[in-house]
């Protein structure tokens, strides 16, 4: 890869939002094909590729959605939801496997943030939901657990950006005795407020 196209990736990395605001144009399927593909393509821990994909386009499937998933934007007009698929995982021990499935699907959801901010579609990753209430809601088969949703719409604005910590703040080169330093500092801090306020540490 160039410097070039690293420097074009790396914009496009700082550039991503979180989109709330969309119109009320339709999502071509193609375009949601093509976001799948991007997920199915992320890392996948022990090589397990649990994930399965469940595409939302129509008002009734979205409102559903919508009525359980705190967070989802109301004018999103398609979704993806990402889920994880239980027989694919019945070798490995559970309690692991849930945490190898929900860092799948966070690799696979910021490919598909990626591509959809490469092709100037809008998207929100929403997670504030409860599994057993999204899959109710969305009939899905007792083998799929719902992981992280995928909001998209074409995009009526572009969000500023959010502040971010200095590089320097949150890296540390062979030690991290400088951040352990900074996060007691910080500690310390927070506990002197609380003692302030008459509240315990």
């Not at 590729?49 to 959605?65: K, P």
């Amino acid at each position: 890869m160039s410097y070039v196209q690293c420097s074009h990736l790396l914009s496009l990395i700082k550039g991503r939002r979180s989109t709330r605001n969309f119109t009320g144009e339709a999502i071509e399927d193609e375009i949601l094909v093509r976001l799948c593909d991007a997920g199915r393509w992320g890392p996948s821990p022990c090589n397990v590729q649990s994930l399965r994909f469940v595409v939302g386009r129509t008002a009734e499937f979205l409102d559903r959605l919508k009525e359980v998933a705190y967070g989802c934007p109301t004018t999103a007009r398609a979704a993806i939801v990402i889920c994880s698929e239980s027989t694919s995982r019945s070798s490995l021990d559970r309690l692991r496997c849930m945490e190898l499935v929900a860092e799948e699907a966070a690799m696979a959801c910021q490919n598909m943030l990626l591509l959809a901010a490469a092709i100037d579609i809008g998207s929100c990753p929403v997670a504030g939901f409860a599994r057993e209430r999204l899959s109710e809601a969305l009939q899905l088969p007792e083998t799929l657990a719902p992981l992280l949703v995928v909001a998209l719409g074409k995009t009526c604005d572009t969000p500023p950006a959010p502040p971010r910590r200095a590089l320097e703040q949150i890296v540390e080169w062979e030690s991290c005795e400088a951040l352990s330093h900074a996060a007691c500092r910080r500690r310390s801090q927070q506990d002197g407020r609380r003692g302030r306020q008459g509240l315990r540490p």
